[in-house]
């Protein structure tokens, strides 16, 4: 269910995109946010049931509204920073190694 549930992906606040995602998770797994930018790029990730994987979303700003611009599902989810790079998005683990680099903007 949390690998796969839709999720809208526009928002008019903040405050309804992260009621939204945190609404897939499963009771008694993990979710949080992914250290980034706050004001230009908020990630959340939330742990899929009984795996070592994680579903992240990628949310940003477009005038007064939160857009949801990724939302993918990472194997042997290790990831804690996230930046922003040109025209990626580069995700890192506890040692600031990349981990994964994805384009920004594909959920429109």
């Known amino acids: 269910m949390a690998a796969n549930t839709a999720v809208k992906k526009r928002f008019s606040a903040w405050e309804e995109a992260g009621h939204e995602v945190l609404s897939v ?26 795996t070592e994987d994680c579903r992240v979303f990628v949310l940003q ?15 042997n989810c290790g990831m804690l920073d996230v930046t922003q790079e040109d025209e990626t998005i580069v995700f890192r683990d506890a040692v600031r190694k990349s981990r994964l680099v994805r384009p920004r903007n594909r959920v429109q």
């Open 61 to 75: 700003p477009s005038g007064s509204e939160w857009l949801l611009t990724d939302d993918f599902l990472a194997l």
């Open 25 to 50: 998770r499963f009771p008694g797994y993990g979710s949080g946010f992914m250290k980034s930018d706050w004001e230009s790029l908020r990630v959340f990730s939330i742990e899929i049931p009984k």
